[in-house]
Nanobody
Framework: VQLQACGGGLVQAGGSLRLSCAAS????????MGWYRQAPGKQRELVAT???????IYADSVKGRFTVSGDNAKNTVYLQMNSLKPEDTAVYYC?????????WGKGTLVTVSS
């Protein structure tokens, strides 16, 4: 199983980016797919997740600015990031959870300049 994330880049504060992630090598429906991030010198943290029932969970720091969407049946997940702030700068990882385990993508760097 491989998760491939893309869409990161450099953007000015207030701008937007859209991250995409797709799982390959698996046809089973995931239970949960989502996004995490790790800033320099900090621990990896949850950004947003989407369950197979359509429930979304967001970190308080991104509520109202980020939107997670996707299709657990197709094992895809997206993250629309608006009103980006310098503190959103981090490597963003997608993660997929199946009944037997979970997998991480390699990460995509998001840099927000002030």
């Amino acid at each position: 199983v491989q998760l491939q994330a893309c869409g990161g880049g450099l953007v000015q504060a207030g701008g937007s980016l859209r991250l995409s992630c797709a799982a390959s090598g698996i046809i089973s429906r995931s239970n949960n797919m989502g996004w995490y991030r790790q800033a320099p010198g900090k621990q990896r943290e949850l950004v947003a997740t989407l369950t197979n029932s359509g429930t979304t969970i967001y970190a308080d720091s991104v509520k109202g600015r980020f939107t997670v969407s996707g299709d657990n049946a197709k094992n895809t997940v997206y993250l629309q990031m608006n009103s980006l702030k310098p503190e959103d700068t981090a490597v963003y990882y997608c993660r997929g959870i199946w009944s037997w385990g979970n997998y991480w993508g390699k990460g995509t760097l998001v840099t927000v300049s002030s």
